[in-house]
């Protein structure tokens, strides 16, 4: 099982309820995809170093950028929303241009933007305004990591200094998919750990108690760091990580392993839908193949790929009946360790693929139930 490091310093926002202090406002707004040509985003070469001031980027200084200072920026807004972050009565503008200009009213800073597949932008990609104690408030921009296999968040805060934007946090947060990071307006930044990163922190062992971690913004309102740290009755198995199938995609005659689908999807309870970024294969058809090694049962509700904005399912769903495979209609095609299942799809291009489904350890009572 490909085991992400979770050591990457990020903010995941706790799911546990914590009142109307924690939901910022308003909600966030994708105004356009990062880079529709070919469904990354990245920085342009030659630009300035990640969170770097715009009045200072030639001197690769860290600090924020003065109104007087702006330079003119590319008009493309990859995201934008609205709200009070400088105390003062009335609403700052907030967006995220192409190039990786931030802007909060009129102070600006650079940012990294990693490159990343269009599907994990739209769902993961945001700006918030977040309550930070008082009436002091900062610019939350959440955006996903490189990895291909459903990548973790990395979670910035910047706030007003002085006429400045200056940045205060930068953690990427657990190991798959979105961690979330709550701001309950005290000055403080909280995630619940999920299971992965648990697990790395206490090596060996078979079961951890996932921890509440919290960051709490300085006295002179500069930098947020970890201050505390307390279990959850949240305890993961940590012998149930390891396990999901494989995913390899099929050129002529050759088989090239690309990741691994359902991870951490233990038990009917669990079932949920999880993606692998397949990358760019020309016109297509692509021909992928799932393959069960480990000693577990997989359960597949629905297979299906994203390419060029729409959904494809495999080749032989048009049949009636059509296998088992090709809708979530509880009725799962039933992969045993050993067992590979090869798919064709019509798609080229940028292509995603999606599971639904889950698995089961064997030998337990829900795999003799199939046999």
Same mark, same amino acid.
């Given at each position: 099982?490909?085991?992400?490091?979770?050591?990457?310093?990020?903010?995941?926002?706790?799911?546990?309820?914590?009142?109307?202090?924690?939901?910022?406002?308003?909600?966030?707004?994708?105004?356009?995809?990062?880079?529709?040509?070919?469904?990354?985003?990245?920085?342009?070469?030659?630009?300035?170093?990640?969170?770097?001031?715009?009045?200072?980027?030639?001197?690769?200084?860290?600090?924020?950028?003065?109104?007087?200072?702006?330079?003119?920026?590319?008009?493309?807004?990859?995201?934008?929303?609205?709200?009070?972050?400088?105390?003062?009565?009335?609403?700052?503008?907030?967006?995220?241009?192409?190039?990786?200009?931030?802007?909060?009213?009129?102070?600006?800073?650079?940012?990294?933007? #990693?490159?990343?597949?269009?599907?994990?932008?739209?769902?993961?990609?945001?700006?918030?305004? +977040?309550?930070?104690?008082?009436?002091?408030?900062?610019?939350?921009?959440?955006?996903? @990591?490189?990895?291909?296999?459903?990548?973790?968040?990395?979670?910035?805060?910047?706030?007003?200094?002085?006429?400045?934007?200056?940045?205060?946090?930068?953690?990427?947060?657990?190991?798959?998919?979105?961690?979330?990071?709550?701001?309950?307006?005290?000055?403080?930044?909280?995630?619940? #750990?999920?299971?992965?990163?648990?697990?790395?922190?206490?090596?060996?062992?078979?079961?951890?108690?996932?921890?509440?971690? @919290?960051?709490?913004?300085?006295?002179?309102?500069?930098?947020?760091?970890?201050?505390?740290?307390?279990?959850?009755?949240?305890?993961?198995?940590?012998?149930?990580?390891?396990?999901?199938?494989?995913?390899?995609?099929?050129?002529?005659?050759?088989?090239?392993?690309?990741?691994?689908?359902?991870?951490?999807?233990?038990?009917?309870?669990?079932?949920?839908?999880?993606?692998?970024?397949?990358?760019?294969?020309?016109?297509?058809?692509?021909?992928?193949?799932?393959?069960? #090694?480990?000693?577990?049962?997989?359960?597949?509700?629905?297979?299906?790929?994203?390419?060029?904005?729409?959904?494809?399912?495999?080749?032989?769903?048009?049949?009636?009946?059509?296998?088992?495979?090709?809708?979530?209609?509880?009725?799962?095609?039933?992969?045993?360790?050993?067992?590979?299942?090869?798919?064709?799809?019509?798609?080229?291009?940028?292509? +995603?693929?999606?599971?639904?489904?889950?698995?089961?350890?064997?030998?337990?009572?829900? @795999?003799?139930?199939?046999?």
């Amino acid at each position: 099982m490909h085991h992400r490091s979770a050591i990457l310093l990020v903010i995941p926002l706790v799911a546990a309820a914590c009142g109307p202090a924690c939901q910022p406002t308003p909600s966030p707004v994708i105004a356009q995809p990062p880079k529709p040509a070919d469904t990354t985003v990245a920085a342009p070469v030659g630009a300035p170093s990640p969170d770097t001031p715009e009045s200072t980027a030639t001197e690769g200084a860290d600090a924020g950028h003065r109104a007087d200072a702006a330079a003119p920026e590319p008009a493309v807004v990859l995201l934008s929303t609205e709200g009070d972050v400088d105390g003062v009565p009335g609403d700052e503008q907030i967006t995220l241009r192409a190039g990786g200009v931030l802007s909060a009213g009129a102070a600006s800073i650079h940012v990294e933007i #990693e490159p990343s597949s269009e599907v994990y932008w739209k769902q993961q990609a945001r700006l918030e305004i +977040v309550a930070l104690g008082g009436t002091r408030r900062g610019v939350l921009f959440a955006a996903p @990591t490189a990895d291909i296999e459903d990548p973790p968040d990395r979670y910035r805060v910047y706030v007003l200094h002085k006429g400045s934007l200056v940045p205060v946090l930068d953690e990427v947060i657990g190991a798959y998919g979105t961690t979330q990071l709550q701001f309950p307006g005290d000055g403080t930044a909280r995630y619940i #750990e999920d299971g992965w990163t648990a697990c790395d922190r206490v090596p060996g062992a078979k079961k951890v108690a996932r921890e509440q971690v @919290t960051f709490r913004l300085d006295a002179a309102g500069t930098k947020m760091t970890e201050s505390g740290r307390k279990p959850t009755r949240h305890v993961q198995a940590c012998d149930e990580l390891a396990a999901c199938p494989y995913v390899d995609v099929l050129d002529a005659g050759r088989s090239r392993r690309i990741g691994e689908i359902l991870r951490d999807v233990r038990g009917a309870r669990a079932a949920t839908v999880q993606s692998l970024d397949l990358g760019d294969h020309g016109a297509g058809p692509i021909t992928i193949r799932i393959s069960e #090694e480990k000693a577990e049962v997989t359960f597949l509700d629905e297979v299906f790929v994203e390419a060029g904005g729409a959904r494809i399912h495999p080749r032989g769903c048009d049949i009636t009946p059509s296998p088992a495979y090709c809708a979530a209609d509880g009725r799962p095609h039933v992969l045993r360790q050993g067992d590979t299942l090869d798919l064709v799809f019509d798609a080229g291009g940028h292509v +995603v693929l999606f599971a639904r489904g889950y698995y089961v350890p064997t030998p337990t009572a829900a @795999t003799r139930e199939v046999r």
